[in-house]
């Protein structure tokens, strides 16, 4: 807002930042989560989020994750290796043998370099961009991802 000269009190910009804790999931993600999940899946969350604000979206998501990290964990933002070497170290499993999954090219690029799969959501088909660690998998949403993952 102050790139763009617009004028906003503390108050509101507090409110504005307290929104993501209230996003919903997009309406095939749950279906295809629990689809997934069937399937034998376990299901995790890497987030740039803070713990506080990961336990306040819980009920907006929807959903209970075999595992919720923050990267206070870590205590470095993705995409830091350390982020997702945290994240492997808590699930227990071989980066090898996960499967990063996100929306955002940078964080693809984090998990594949650190030597995770990755399966890019590309809801927006925006381009990927120019990089060595391309993704694994490129689906339109979750449903398409749960139906390549069957």
């Not at 807002?1 to 307290?18: N, P, S, W």
């Not at 993600?29 to 999940?37: D, F, M, T, Y």
């Not at 693809?108 to 381009?127: N, V």
Request: proline share 5%; with cysteine.
């Amino acid at each position: 807002m102050d790139r763009c000269d617009i004028a906003y009190t503390q108050d509101e910009a507090r409110g504005l930042v307290a929104e993501i804790e209230k996003l919903k999931p997009f309406p095939d993600v749950l279906p295809a989560l629990e689809q997934l999940r069937s399937g034998g899946y376990k299901l995790a969350i890497l987030s740039n989020g803070d713990r506080d604000m990961l336990e306040t979206a819980k009920p907006h998501i929807g959903f209970a994750f075999d595992h919720v990290i923050s990267v206070e964990e870590a205590g470095y933002f993705k995409p830091h290796w350390k982020t997702y070497a945290t994240a492997e170290h808590m699930i227990g499993t071989n980066r090898s043998e996960i499967l990063f999954v996100a929306n955002h090219a940078f964080d693809c690029i984090g998990a594949k370099s650190y030597g995770m799969r990755t399966a890019f959501i590309d809801r927006r088909r925006r381009p990927f961009g120019h990089t060595p660690h391309q993704p694994d998998l490129v689906v339109a949403n979750f449903a398409e991802l749960a139906r390549a993952l069957a």
